[in-house]
């Protein structure tokens, strides 16, 4: 069950902020585009532009709804830094990444908008630590998102190992996923226009989603693709059971889902009794030793 839950105002922003990634990748397919390689160097620096104030919005409306809290914010740079530092151990190599079942774990139990912000954080923190920074960098900040967004998204009653089994189900997929997303920030700008592969502007929609799905099964499906799922899929097999229990462990005793509550004071004690008081209640006997002393005087 995720930790942090998606107010109205946080879902709006998740909406309009995929709706707007979603047409960064894609317009190309709608309107005519110029394949040439530096097309994209100038719209990366206009997206990265338009992220920040997302992610900025994003943070604003955890915050404003009671969904994030400093103790979380402070879980979000902690992961966020063990991202960074454990994508270098395999970025590079056969496709295998070492960053996303950490991603995928975290949207699970925090939820997705906390995974949707791990998933930008994580990749421009290890960017800045690979000297990674690039016009790609956005769009893998943006499709990173989507992973830990999605994550946060899977049914809450799975537990046990059939919890685990559909979080590296997903992870296979999310890594497919990534990496179409990937090839269509670039392959309307890369491979030049003269090939069958090739993208052609203003072409019908039908006939450049074909050769963009040859292209990218010839270059990334069965290579890089599949290193990547298959490294996120046993990372999570494998670790998965010990780092959910970690991090639900963490949200607990970090209580972040524990609701605000404000007591009604409580009453005054009555006050002490005044001097004027005494002597009224002392009065009685008083006089009942009067009235004794003076019967037995009588007698």
């Known amino acids: 069950m ?15 902020a995929s709706a707007a990634a979603l047409a960064t990748f894609t317009w190309p397919f709608f309107v005519p585009a110029h394949p040439e ?13 338009v992220v920040l104030p997302v992610l900025v919005a994003l943070v604003l409306a955890e915050l404003s709804s009671g ?11 902690v ?11 395999g970025a590079g190599t056969a ?3 070492t960053v996303f079942f950490l991603l995928v774990l975290a949207g699970r139990v925090f939820g997705p908008g906390f995974g949707f912000l791990l998933g930008s954080t994580s990749l421009f923190a290890s960017a800045l630590l690979t000297a990674g920074v690039g016009p790609w960098l956005p769009f893998q900040m943006l499709a990173a998102s989507w992973i830990g967004l999605g994550a946060g998204l899977l049914p809450t009653r799975l537990r046990g ?12 997929l999310a890594a497919y996923g990534y990496g179409l997303l990937m090839n269509l920030w670039f392959w309307p700008f890369s491979i030049g226009a003269d090939t069958q592969l090739s993208y052609v502007a203003g072409a019908p929609l039908l006939e450049n989603l074909h050769r963009f ?19 996120t899929a046993v990372a999570i097999v494998l670790a998965g059971p010990a780092v959910l229990a970690a991090l639900r462990r963490a949200a607990r005793r970090a209580a972040f889902d524990a ?16 001097g004027g008081d005494d002597r009224a209640g002392s009065s009685g006997p008083v006089a009942g030793a009067a009235t004794t002393d003076r019967a037995g005087d009588v007698a």
């Not at 390689?37 to 532009?49: D, I, K, W």
């Not at 609701?259 to 005044?274: E, H, K, W």
């Open 2 to 16: 995720s930790v942090l839950r998606v107010a109205p105002r946080t879902a709006v922003v998740l909406v309009l």
């Open 37 to 49: 390689s530096t097309a994209r160097t100038g719209e990366a620096l206009l997206v990265f532009l």
């Open 67 to 77: 969904g994030i809290d400093s103790k979380a914010l402070a879980m979000l740079g």
């Open 79 to 89: 992961l966020a830094a063990v991202n960074a530092a454990l994508r270098p151990l």
């Open 95 to 97: 496709g295998i990444e």
């Open 161 to 172: 190992r059939g919890e685990i089994a559909a979080l590296a189900a997903y992870g296979v």
């Open 213 to 231: 799905a040859v292209f990218t099964a010839v270059t990334s499906t069965f290579g890089w693709d599949t290193g990547r799922a298959i490294t």
């Open 259 to 274: 609701p605000v509550t404000f007591a009604a004071p409580d009453p005054q004690p009555d006050p002490p009794r005044t």
